[in-house]
């Protein structure tokens, strides 16, 4: 049974680029949240989605930053025009229906932005 | 807003020797779930143990067992019969109940020598 997956594994954009990042869940997960890593940090939460559907935004930055997960295929977090601080590991969690914390993470995204 | 403090940057311990890792927590709720969580160096975050708060027994996993200390709000890990392999970075984390994202501390380094 694969675990949680996500691509790319290292990013690198310049400055003004966009980012793209993928999060395939667990076979049976319907649940996805994106967390960031920046240097020397634990990990923050940014989003919580379902199906279709934001559940909770709350720690994701007002502007650049954009996530989903549709229907079919794996969530995606983007981020437009890079800078600098957006430098960081993105880690993808998943969990079932009605065990919101057995959250399983995928291995991250390390996002270097020049 | 609930937070989490790892008050020990960086711990060392001799192989086969014990070690704990302390962690405290803020939060007026009374329904919530507490994690360590390991991140070796190869970044993938590895669910160590968890506790539900309503729980008094001390949850234990073979090597890894916490003291939790729900009036103090302290939730200690202890490692026994350390191993090489325990080298990591060891994260505390907090989720309460209804929402579902989870709130990291900042980290505790841990150096297992030979």
């Known amino acids: 049974n694969a675990g949680v997956m996500q691509n790319p594994r290292h990013l690198v954009r310049r400055r003004g680029q966009e980012a793209r990042l993928r999060c395939s869940p667990m076979?049976?997960?319907?649940?996805v949240y994106w967390y960031r890593q920046l240097p020397e940090e634990g990990l923050k939460f940014m989003v919580y989605?379902?199906?279709?559907?934001?559940?909770?935004e709350s720690g994701m930055p007002k502007e650049r930053f954009s996530a989903e997960f549709p229907k079919e295929g794996p969530s995606i977090l983007r981020i437009q025009q890079v800078v600098r601080g957006d430098s960081a590991a993105y880690f993808c969690?998943?969990?079932?229906?009605?065990?919101?914390?057995?959250?399983?993470f995928g291995p991250g995204t390390r996002l270097t932005v020049t | 807003a609930q937070t989490v403090t790892q008050s020990q940057p960086e711990m060392s311990v001799q192989e086969a020797e014990t070690v704990t890792l302390s962690c405290t927590y803020d939060?007026?709720?009374?329904?919530?779930?507490l994690f360590w969580y390991k991140q070796p160096p190869s970044r993938q975050m590895i669910l160590v143990i968890r506790?539900?708060?309503?729980?008094?027994q001390n949850a234990t996993e073979n090597r890894f067992s916490v003291n939790f200390q729900k009036a103090a709000k302290s939730f200690s890990l202890k490692i026994s019969d350390s191993q090489l392999g325990d080298a990591a970075m060891y994260f505390c984390?907090?989720?309460?109940?209804?929402?579902?994202?989870?709130?990291f501390g900042k980290g505790t380094k841990l150096t297992v020598n030979p």
């Open positions: 984390a907090y989720g309460q109940g209804g929402s579902e994202k989870l709130v």
């Open positions: 989605l379902q199906k279709e559907n934001i559940i909770d």
């Open positions: 939060t007026s709720e009374s329904d919530y779930y």
């Open positions: 076979k049976g997960h319907s649940h």
């Open positions: 969690a998943s969990s079932k229906q009605g065990a919101p914390y057995e959250q399983y």
């Open positions: 506790q539900e708060a309503y729980k008094q």
